[in-house]
């Protein structure tokens, strides 16, 4: 095979992206971590090896020690259709053919591609047939499954493309069976590593607080540009750096000295995740939630306090955009009327962090933790956190995975909120790293550390007729429909609290008057159930 020379040495379009997506496993490397959309740590990084998908080489390594190969071709945009004129993909899939039929390919070893701006339905797509490939018993199965009214989808499509593709490298149609193998092990990873689309930069940037959060060590922001650095040297040369390597490399060349990761931060984690799920399941089940996930308007961070805040660029955004909000501004404050579901959200970004990211998220009631009057740290090392102690906590807060989401800031006296500027100073103090995450009532004083204050945004129309089907099935819409025919409750069917209450009325054959009769209806149904009294207790006071 003939090999072009690497982009990075002709100054090729894309080179800087190549560089940063390169950036990215380095650093997940450096910090004993997993990079993006591969299973296991990461324990090598090289580039322009011999193979047709030649970009980026990926090893990983999982639990027991077992090791992966990824060799990725990078992108910075990237369509996966069978179109004539699209050959970033047909070359994609054509190399992806040779190396899976190359010596020494492992079974267990990944093809595919890395990009920057691809569709989101595209890498759902890719996902979600790789899932229903590893299921199917053959070829023939997942076929069948492909072709079932409802289920193929893009999925259907992504296999049509890839089979048409196919016939020019195999010179002859693909068998259903070959087909199933190609797609047990191609992947395609959405990396945002630019500076307009950082999401993916902001993460690893995040990783690197592991190994940079002692006296001397240099910036994590810093670290990442020489990362980038390092990612086009390797991409000239045709080489690739373990992590020791990595580290010789920095400290002889750009007089860079890392402390090593400290052992026991991957067990650490795994053991304060599940612990964390406990609690995070637990919270759900005493609000018992069943509802449509937040959105959040994102308020100027800027100006003094007081000032009216103005909506930034882009405004409302969902659950998914939350991690990267958090990790660009390191405190949040989420805001909202009472009923808005403030105390809720932070259960559900709790849920989500611990669904898409390796953080470890843990909700407090704020309030509770005053009358405690210990460290911050000290008052959450309890149930379900014993079994993990105090100083693992600290390490997960120097390293950058804890994520202290405190709910109530509002509800907190003088002494109380005295207390709490002074505990949150000492923990930013001694854990620079830790994110915050605190609710509170709209129209309050910005809570300590906040640098961006989100609102909750409220319900739109089809919010609610979204919500009144997630709880009602398909009376819902009916339900909804009789409620928005009264107008003085339309302005508190925006708020997913009154909704909630006014659908439950409805249901019952009765509607509410005004907001006083909803509450009342809350508050009927929560006696004699301790739980929800608590619950609407936290919510009525929020």
Known sequence: MTRVASTESTGGIGVSYERAAAAVYLAAMLAGGAGPGLAGKVVRVAAQQAAALDDLEIHCEDEQGRTAVAR???????????????????????????????????????????AERIASDSLYAVRRLTEMAVLAADGAALVAALDRPGQGGDAKQLWDNVAALSEKPLGRAATSDELLNFFRRFTVVGIDASFARDRDRAHAIDQLRAVTYLPNAPDPASLFATLEVVAGTLNVRGAGFDADQLRSHLAEQYAITLEQTAPQLEPITRAARKAASRDAQAWRDALQISALSPEFVPLDPIGYEGDPPSPVAGTTFALGGIEAMLRQHRGLAVQGVPGAGKTQSLVQIATHLLESSEL??????????????????????????????????????????????????NELGQTQRDWAWEALGELRRLYPNVLL?????????????????????????????????????????????????????????????????????????????????AIRQLIDVAKGEPKQREAMRIVLDG
């Open 360 to 409: 470890v998220p843990i909700v407090r009631r704020l309030p509770r933790l005053a009358l405690g009057g210990q460290p911050i740290l000290d008052g959450i090392a309890s149930d379900p956190f014993h079994t993990i102690g105090r100083d693992a906590l600290a390490l997960l807060a120097r390293s950058g995975r804890l994520v202290l989401l405190l709910d109530g800031w």
């Open 72 to 114: 990725l071709q990078v992108k910075h945009q990237l369509t996966l259709s069978a179109s004539p004129s699209n050959t970033n993909f047909a070359d994609i899939v054509r190399d992806a053919w040779r190396d899976l039929y190359a010596p020494g390919i492992a079974a267990v070893d990944w093809v595919g591609a890395v």
């Open 437 to 517: 995450v605190l609710t509170t009532r709209t129209g309050t004083v910005r809570p300590y550390g906040a640098e961006m204050r989100l609102e909750l945004a409220a319900f739109d129309r089809d919010r609610q007729f979204a919500a009144a089907e997630l709880q009602h099935g398909s009376d819902g819409r009916q339900l909804l429909i009789r409620a928005r025919a009264q107008a003085k409750l339309r302005p508190l069917l925006r708020i997913p609290l009154f909704l909630t209450a006014i659908l439950a009325q409805a249901r019952g054959g009765t509607l509410p008057t005004d907001r006083e009769s």
